[in-house]
T-cell receptor
Framework: DTEVTQTPKHLVMGMTNKKSLKCEQH?????MYWYKQKAKKPPELMFV???????INESVPSRFSPECPNSSLLNLHLHALQPEDSALYLC??????????????FGSGTRLTVV | AQSVTQLDSQVPVFEEAPVELRCNYS??????LFWYVQYPNQGLQLLLK??????LVKGINGFEAEFNKSQTSFHLRKPSVHISDTAEYFC????????????FGKGTMLLVSP
């Protein structure tokens, strides 16, 4: 299995809702990432988990809450989002933070719309 | 800190013509370089990477790139493009020491027309 699977593919949520994005990989990768991508822009790093511990938080607002329940799963919990948070949310994984031979493997993303 | 510059936001080209997408990087230490492609409503797919060794790197879908240390460039080329190559292309850099993450350029939209 050489894929990163993200669910759901599309999500529409109100500003008072709580929702979660899910990401799963079975490649044995020990580093996992959340990126946010606005239209016509490059991906922006949000969080990095290394061996299931939060390693990097790029000053992301607390309405985004990451969670890594085990080495294969990565969640992003969303609460009280704003319309400007509408974007494509991408999950990625890599062998680990220090190994770069194979680059990152990206999922297809979740298209989030906040209304 | 490292940075990546993709000077062309959009490159229009006719089918079967050659194309070059430009990427320049800035870093005070050695780096690894990557090109990713993103088709509409999709995630990013690795096209090719330069880690070390030969400066000419071949990737998937007939693309290749050449690492030029003196010009700090890593331009992407394809000798003959297809309509299906229409996509956004991102150049990315990562430091080759310690723990580092990818830094992406702003992307270049390749538009292939018949």
């Amino acid at each position: 299995d050489t894929e990163v699977t993200q669910t759901p593919k599309h999500l529409v949520m109100g500003m008072t809702n709580k929702k979660s994005l899910k990401c799963e990989q079975h490649m044995g990768h020990r580093a996992m990432y959340w990126y946010k991508q606005k239209a016509k822009k490059p991906p922006e790093l949000m969080f990095v988990y290394s061996y299931e511990k939060l390693s990097i938080n790029e000053s992301v607002p607390s309405r985004f809450s990451p969670e890594c329940p085990n080495s294969s799963l990565l969640n992003l919990h969303l609460h009280a989002l704003q319309p400007e948070d509408s974007a494509l949310y991408l999950c990625a994984s890599s062998q680990d933070l220090g190994t770069v031979n194979y680059g990152y493997t990206f999922g297809s993303g979740t298209r989030l719309t906040v209304v | 800190a490292q940075s990546v510059t993709q000077l062309d936001s959009q490159v229009p080209v006719f089918e079967e013509a050659p194309v070059e997408l430009r990427c320049n990087y800035s870093s005070s230490v050695s780096v690894y370089l990557f090109w990713y492609v993103q088709y509409p409503n999709q995630g990013l797919q690795l096209l090719l990477k330069y880690l070390s060794g030969s400066t000419l790197v071949k990737g998937i879908n007939g693309f290749e790139a050449e690492f030029n240390k003196s010009q700090t460039s890593f331009h992407l080329r394809k000798p003959s493009v297809h309509i299906s190559d229409t996509a956004e292309y991102f150049c990315a850099v990562r430091l080759n020491s310690g723990y580092s993450t990818l830094t992406f350029g702003k992307g270049t939209m390749l538009l292939v027309s018949p």
